[in-house]
């Protein structure tokens, strides 16, 4: 369990840098890949959604 809470730890720690965002885009960028501007906001909503609950759902470590 520790192992896994490391992992989405370590995951949302790089969701809430606007570097990883940037990162993303620049390789969506780079393979050709083309996304509404209201779709991707639509993504990056529900990104954050799902990171949040995880965060709440795995509490802090002691």
Request: cysteine-free; proline content about 3%.
């Amino acid at each position: 369990m520790e192992k896994i809470y490391r992992v989405f730890s370590y995951a949302l720690n790089r969701l809430k840098e606007p570097s990883t965002f940037a990162a993303m885009a620049s390789i969506g960028a780079l393979i050709g890949l083309k996304i509404d501007p209201g779709l991707l906001q639509d993504i990056v909503t529900t990104a954050s959604v799902v990171a949040g609950a995880v965060g709440v759902a795995l509490g802090d470590t002691k």
